[in-house]
């Protein structure tokens, strides 16, 4: 069974930091690609930044408006992927989702809210 569990959501002001982590359990982790999205209120699910599989070489890919900001990397002995999201901004305001591969498993979502 597949599983995907986000974690490390909060709130944090702008400037700060936070690191978003993604468990996937049930498959073979390292050839998968896993992507970060989010979905603020009123507004279309968009990808954040995704990294391929480790076959692929695992890079990064990342949406222009985190680029430079947000980081995205695997842990292949943990099964997990991590966002680390550096000076945030109000916008960055949504709930983020973890999704394996281009699949039809997400995580449940974690709220990442940045105001002061």
């Known amino acids: 069974q597949v599983q995907v569990v986000e974690s490390g959501g909060g709130l944090v002001q702008p400037g700060g930091s936070l690191r978003l982590s993604c468990t996937a359990s049930?498959?073979?982790?390292?050839?998968?690609?896993m992507g970060w999205y989010r979905q603020a209120p009123g507004k279309q699910r968009e990808l954040v930044a995704d990294?391929?599989?480790?076959?692929?070489?695992?890079?990064?890919n990342y949406a222009d408006s985190v680029k430079g900001r947000f980081t995205i990397s695997r842990d292949n002995a943990k099964n997990t992927v991590y966002l680390q999201m550096n000076s945030l901004k109000p916008e960055d305001t949504a709930v983020y989702y973890c999704?394996?591969?281009?699949?039809?498993?997400w995580g449940q979502g974690t709220q990442v809210t940045v105001s002061s």
């Open positions: 990294i391929t599989s480790v076959p692929g070489g695992s890079r990064g």
């Open positions: 999704r394996l591969g281009k699949s039809q498993y």
């Open positions: 049930g498959i073979i982790f390292s050839i998968y690609a």
